[in-house]
């Protein structure tokens, strides 16, 4: 009933991490910070496919024993309780093998950083203005349920509401590899605010999520970002402070442009600027494995491609639907809500199978 080979590879995977153990613990690792913050995370990543392994071993022990106890044991009741737990380990043990083979796929790296989303207006004018808004606020509403926390960079608001752009931050464990499946283009049906006749109209905004680079991803020199500070202003071209508290962020090379004036100091502004230029020219890299994986799985879109059309808001009939894996919920206002997880949740049981089909 057990797979050996899959144990095998459990066993191996053992001395690896008693070697990193062993690495991390070594005083002289701390001298390269770059190394420490690497082997650490191999130290993560190795320890739930172990104990997985080890729930395994200690079923695959169990079974023999059971089939044993059937095969010597005269007492019925013995009989009848080993029969019980062969029925049950029948049952959980390949459950088990497939997360084991889940967890053996290496992962995406990037999946447990933090992540920069930004949500643009689209077609449609005002109403797709809007409509970025109410997408903010279906992500601030989840963000706030899983208790990750949310900073805005930037925003440009649109005259009739909403935002014609938003960037921001959201930071919190495993950030990125939950989001990543909003990238895409966000399509909504229904009759605009500025509608007076009441026709439905149709609209979009695009979605996408980086993840954010850490201070070991990319390495910056001072010499290639030229920094320029500007007064904060609020919608209308309103004034909202008097300093030069405002960032735009220039690197020369590249010709990537950042600003942060979410902040009133200067220096906040600045750092936060920074992170967000490292994240973008990560993620200048980071495209190139997107593109790559966007054409063997349907579930992400690269973000080269924020054409891709991946969701329809239909208010008139409180649907949406995920065009990715034919996904429906007739919820839409419990959804807008921040009620998100479940079409999240098939989602990544969709990209699990193309992962396993692909090692396959």
């Known amino acids: 009933m057990s797979d050996n080979s899959l144990i095998a590879k459990i066993d191996g995977l053992k001395s690896k991490f008693k070697s990193l153990q062993e690495q991390i613990a070594d005083p002289s690792l701390m001298n390269d910070m770059k190394k420490y913050v690497q082997l650490n995370k191999e130290y993560k990543e190795l320890e739930p496919i172990l104990e997985a392994g080890d729930k395994y071993k200690k ?203 979410d902040e009133k100091s200067q220096l906040k502004n600045y750092d936060k600027a920074l992170q967000e230029l490292r994240t973008r020219l990560y993620n200048l890299e980071y495209e190139k494995y997107l593109n790559e994986i966007s054409a063997k799985r349907k579930t992400m879109v690269s973000t080269g491609d924020r054409s891709a059309k991946i969701r329809t808001y239909n208010y008139p009939q409180s649907r949406v639907t995920d065009h990715r894996i034919n996904w429906t919920t007739y919820n839409l206002p419990v959804f807008m809500d921040g009620e998100i997880q479940e079409v999240i949740d098939q989602l990544q049981i969709a990209e699990n199978a193309e992962r396993l089909k692909e090692s396959a």
């Open 59 to 261: 079923m695959a022990e169990d079974y023999d024993s059971a089939k044993e106890i059937l095969q010597v044991e005269k007492d019925e009741e013995l009989r009848k309780m080993a029969k019980e737990e062969l029925a049950m380990l029948e049952e959980e043990m390949p459950k088990m093998e497939e997360k084991i083979k889940l967890l053996l796929i290496p992962a995406d790296p990037q999946d447990a950083k933090n992540a920069i989303v930004e949500i643009r207006g689209g077609t449609g004018g005002d109403e797709a203005s809007i409509f970025a808004g109410d997408l903010f606020r279906m992500y601030a509403k989840y963000a706030e349920k899983r208790g990750w926390k949310l900073e805005i960079t930037s925003q440009s608001e649109g005259a009739a509401g909403g935002y014609k752009e938003i960037i921001f931050k959201i930071k919190g464990e495993g950030v990125y590899g939950i989001l990543k499946y909003e990238s895409g283009v966000h399509r909504v049906q229904r009759v605009p605010q500025t509608e007076t006749q009441g026709r439905v109209h149709t609209s979009a905004a695009s979605v996408a999520v980086l993840p954010e680079a850490d201070e070991f991803d990319v390495e910056l020199n001072e010499k290639d970002i030229r920094k320029d500070t500007f007064c904060s202003s609020g919608p209308g071209g309103q004034s909202v402070n008097t300093t030069y508290s405002a960032i735009r962020l220039t690197h020369i090379p590249t010709g990537l442009v950042v600003q942060c004036q």
